[in-house]
């Protein structure tokens, strides 16, 4: 629908510069005026509300029917004092369009006061077997040329040398370029033929501005345009990248994810630190009479290691000895059968040495009873008085 609505646009646009007329002759005086100003406005109105035609749309072939080609030289070109418009080509890649390419097209919309800017570009195979490969397609870089506002009309599969028989079909006065010489293995410059006919003028690059440095950024940040791409949903398959690498350049993207998470989340702290230390200080607070009641001396916790200490004190000491036992004999032997292990008690030593000397002191009381003299001499003995002991005994004492 849109096609359509603009094929009719063109038509009617055509139609209209047909009725105006274009440096017609047999207008002469204010018609001719009036006459050019109102195809100026058109031309000028169709830049704004449509793309430029192909030279072979029905708006372009009209307006080269139109123009009654001659010979404009360069001082009728400056002065603007030519009966039409000038016709100035200019032609490249275009290969990604930007700004040094639509720079590059307004000098040459400017270079005289009436131009009619015609813009010629490569196809894909004279582009690729002169220059190498491009990044756009050849209907890429069409639209993307026909789209820019200085542009009148454009020329699709435009040639790479130039030669009489372009020059004259279409119309072309001027051509415009930047002034480094173009090699090509049957010339050393491209644009010599046009230098000599005095038809070629000079246009400035931009510098800093192409097409080869757009791509060396992108070679050079390769990493970051690939995981962008897997970022906004592009397979690995469509941008050649192996399983690995995929899974490594996924990794970096949820790293990534996360430090912008924490760099976010230092920013929301920093905002509300006053609120957040104000309740870290309330619940420190908390923490801690939690902590005391739990494990101060007072707490949970030792009121129940004093209780499990006593109950394992009294675990551990000895068991008392038993009581109602009865008595031991005289011989110092218990009535109740031993056992081994038992916990009894030895008999005292007194009831000891008092069993062992029971038969000496039966012994000395029957020799007091029945033999008196006896006695009395074993009682002189246990005195130290039997004179048998004084001649035995000798003083060796040194001081007598």
């Known amino acids: 629908m849109s096609r359509k609505r603009s094929r009719l646009n063109e038509e009617e646009m055509s139609s209209t510069l047909s009725d105006v007329g274009c440096g017609e002759g047999e207008k002469n005086g204010s018609e001719t005026s009036f006459t050019t100003s109102t195809s100026q406005v058109a031309l000028e109105t169709q830049s704004l509300i449509m793309a430029a035609p192909f030279s072979t749309d029905p708006m372009a072939i009209a307006e080269r029917e139109r123009c009654h080609y001659?010979?404009?030289?360069?001082?009728?070109?400056?002065?603007?004092?030519?009966?039409?418009?000038?016709?100035?080509?200019?032609?490249?890649?275009?290969?990604?369009?930007?700004?040094?390419?639509?720079?590059?097209?307004?000098?040459?919309?400017?270079?005289?006061?009436?131009?009619?800017?015609?813009?010629?570009?490569?196809?894909?195979?004279?582009?690729?077997?002169?220059?190498?490969?491009?990044?756009?397609?050849?209907?890429?870089?069409?639209?993307?040329?026909?789209?820019?506002?200085?542009?009148?009309?454009?020329?699709?599969?435009?040639?790479?040398?130039?030669?009489?028989?372009?020059?004259?079909?279409?119309?072309?006065?001027?051509?415009?370029?930047?002034?480094?010489?173009?090699?090509?293995?049957?010339?050393?410059?491209?644009?010599?033929?046009?230098?000599?006919?005095?038809?070629?003028?000079?246009?400035?690059?931009?510098?800093?501005?192409?097409?080869?440095?757009?791509?060396?950024?992108?070679?050079?940040?390769?990493?970051?345009?690939?995981?962008?791409?897997?970022?906004?949903?592009?397979?690995?398959?469509?941008?050649?990248?192996?399983?690995?690498?995929?899974?490594?350049?996924?990794?970096?993207?949820?790293?990534?994810?996360?430090?912008?998470?924490?760099?976010?989340?230092?920013?929301?702290?920093?905002?509300?630190?006053?609120?957040?230390?104000?309740k870290w200080e309330e619940k420190s607070r908390e923490l801690i009479g939690a902590f005391l009641l739990l494990f101060g001396p007072d707490g949970r916790l030792s009121n129940i290691w004093n209780e499990s200490k006593g109950r394992l004190m009294q675990a551990l000491s000895q068991p008392p000895s038993p009581r109602g036992s009865p008595p031991p004999s005289e011989n110092g032997d218990s009535h109740s059968p031993t056992h081994r292990g038992s916990s009894s008690p030895p008999p005292p030593k007194s009831r000891r040495f008092e069993t062992l000397y029971e038969p000496q002191a039966d012994a000395s009381s029957s020799e007091r009873v029945g033999d008196p003299e006896a006695a009395a001499q074993r009682q002189l003995t246990d005195d130290g008085s039997d004179d048998s002991d004084d001649e035995e005994y000798q003083d060796t004492s040194p001081y007598l």
């Open 70 to 278: 001659g010979r404009i030289t360069r001082a009728q070109a400056l002065a603007g004092t030519a009966h039409r418009k000038v016709r100035v080509y200019s032609d490249g890649i275009y290969d990604m369009f930007h700004q040094g390419h639509a720079r590059q097209l307004q000098q040459a919309k400017t270079v005289f006061p009436n131009v009619y800017l015609i813009v010629g570009v490569c196809s894909d195979d004279l582009t690729h077997s002169r220059k190498g490969r491009t990044v756009m397609t050849e209907e890429e870089r069409y639209e993307a040329v026909r789209h820019c506002r200085y542009v009148d009309e454009v020329v699709c599969d435009a040639p790479w040398e130039y030669s009489e028989e372009f020059l004259e079909k279409h119309k072309i006065d001027f051509v415009a370029h930047d002034d480094i010489p173009y090699t090509t293995e049957d010339c050393e410059d491209t644009y010599a033929l046009i230098k000599a006919k005095d038809m070629f003028v000079a246009t400035q690059r931009t510098e800093g501005v192409s097409t080869s440095d757009i791509v060396a950024r992108i070679v050079r940040d390769y990493d970051i345009y690939v995981r962008r791409n897997l970022a906004r949903g592009y397979s690995a398959k469509e941008l050649n990248v192996s399983f690995l690498n995929e899974k490594k350049f996924r990794l970096q993207n949820k790293m990534d994810e996360l430090k912008d998470k924490g760099k976010k989340v230092m920013t929301d702290i920093g905002e509300k630190r006053v609120d957040i230390l104000t």
